[in-house]
């Protein structure tokens, strides 16, 4: 069987590197892939990304089920093109990816629906955006409406900061719009408690929790310092208690692919929902993401002991109510491993050294690598995710930071301190 995951981030090496492992073997390509999917014997990047040549590429191999991991792809409809050219795809279609690319549809589908998330308006009108801020007061949340990648959102402690987040969002005047659709954004009623991540896999109407995770969102120990894609996960997070997961299949997913499907725009794909769980138990929607997390997948392909590719095949067959997930007990844990200069303007082409062997309870998964001249180097902001798995988890965390203290490439930046919310729990 051959098999095509879409995408070149840390996400699609483990997803990839898992289905690899699948008991039937399936032939992996991985587009564009990594320079870590290109040193995996068992995977073959194929260097393509346009949606309409990997549908050619999937026609031509005998692809029979193809994996998107990114965003952008999704938001852009590569789910609806395989589709109409017959070809089978794990994904949401475009019109169900607006639960990511558009937080103004993801927070009134939620309204629509009594699904629990912080209360919100959405302006386009500058004048009317400060008046609410000024009106609600500090802290309060900001967002610009459309994919940011985590960069779109200011949680403003200070009316200040609102006030300067609004003016950088919203265009200057309203005479003279930039080019393509008007601005808006999102104001947000600031949530206390703890994040946790909560993925699924949905048929359309059938849906199979993922183990737990949590991500480290800061780029500086004690979570300081400005958002980026992630910088470190693990699997499972203690926050997430049985009552809290119940909790959140019943108010916030079953909700949400019953919703979806009421509207005519059935959810197929992975979903995850970005937690708040305030300290009395209760659970909020922070936003919906129509794909795998990037870095969480790493420690969660870790820990899936089931046949992925079998979960998958019950997914694009409309069957997860037959089937359960099984996961290792351990602890898994990812640390992230930054170029020099992210998540502002990330230094490429630096030599990487010291990769490390992977091991039954250790993999390096990469995601901005490229090989060059047979050196692999740099080729994004993210570059390397370590990989463990421990006992518990300062046993993974441990084994972790010592592959770590192998890697050498220059303006190497990580994080000391990933786990640390589980630590103590
Ligand atoms: P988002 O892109 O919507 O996930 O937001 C990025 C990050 O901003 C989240 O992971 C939270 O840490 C924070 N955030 C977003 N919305 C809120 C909110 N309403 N209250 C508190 N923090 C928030
Ligand atoms: N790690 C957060 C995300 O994938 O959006």
């Not at 009623?189 to 183990?211: C, Q, T």
Request: aromatic letters at 6%; hydrophobic letters at 40%; one cysteine or more.
């Amino acid at each position: 069987m051959n098999v095509l995951i879409v995408g070149s981030g840390g996400r699609e090496h483990a997803l990839a590197w898992r289905l690899a492992r699948s008991p039937s073997r399936p032939k992996v390509f991985v587009a564009p892939g990594n320079a870590g999917t290109a040193r995996e014997h068992e995977l073959e990047n194929v260097a393509l990304s346009d949606p309409a040549t990997l549908a050619d590429f999937a026609e031509d191999k005998r692809v029979q089920l193809t994996v998107v991991g990114p965003e952008a792809p999704l938001a852009g409809g590569i789910v609806n093109l395989f589709r109409a050219r017959g070809l089978r795809i794990f994904g949401p279609t475009r019109e169900a990816a607006q639960l990511e690319s558009s937080k103004d549809f993801a927070k009134r589908f939620m309204a629509r629906h009594q699904i629990p998330t912080a209360r919100f308006a959405t302006f386009a009108d500058r004048a009317a955006a400060h008046a609410h801020v000024d009106e609600h007061g500090a802290p309060i949340v900001i967002k610009a409406d459309g994919l940011a990648a985590g960069k779109g959102v200011v949680v403003a402690m200070d009316l200040a900061t609102a006030h300067a987040a609004l003016d950088r969002i919203l265009p200057p005047t309203l005479d003279a719009p930039e080019a393509g659709a008007p601005a808006r954004v999102v104001i947000e009623e600031y949530l206390e408690g703890e994040e946790a991540s909560f993925i699924v896999m949905v048929d359309g109407k059938n849906v199979l929790a993922l183990a737990s995770s949590q991500d480290h969102k800061r780029i500086s120990d004690g979570d300081r310092g400005p958002n980026t894609g992630g910088m470190g996960a693990y699997s499972p997070a203690p926050v997430v208690t049985p009552e809290v997961h119940a909790r959140t299949m019943r108010e916030i997913i079953l909700p949400t692919v019953r919703g979806m499907a009421a509207e005519g725009i059935p959810y197929t794909g992975f979903l995850y929902a970005g937690l708040m769980i305030a300290p009395d138990g209760s659970v909020k929607t922070v936003e919906f993401n129509c794909r795998l997390g990037d870095p969480e997948t790493q420690p969660i392909m870790m820990r899936l002991k089931s046949d992925l590719l079998e979960l998958l095949e019950h997914a694009v067959n409309g069957r997860l109510d037959r089937i359960e997930a099984n996961w290792d007990r351990r602890v898994a844990l990812g640390v992230v491993l930054a170029a020099a200069n992210y998540p502002d303007a990330p230094r490429l082409g630096d030599e990487i050294s010291g990769l490390p062997k992977s091991s039954e309870d250790s993999h390096v998964f990469h995601a901005g690598t490229r090989e060059s001249e047979g050196r692999i180097v740099t080729a994004g902001g993210r570059v390397l995710c370590v990989t463990t798995l421990g006992d518990n988890i300062r046993l993974a965390q441990k084994r972790a930071y010592s592959l770590i203290d192998e890697i050498r490439f220059a303006g190497m930046q990580y994080r000391r301190d990933i786990g640390h919310r589980a630590l103590g729990r």
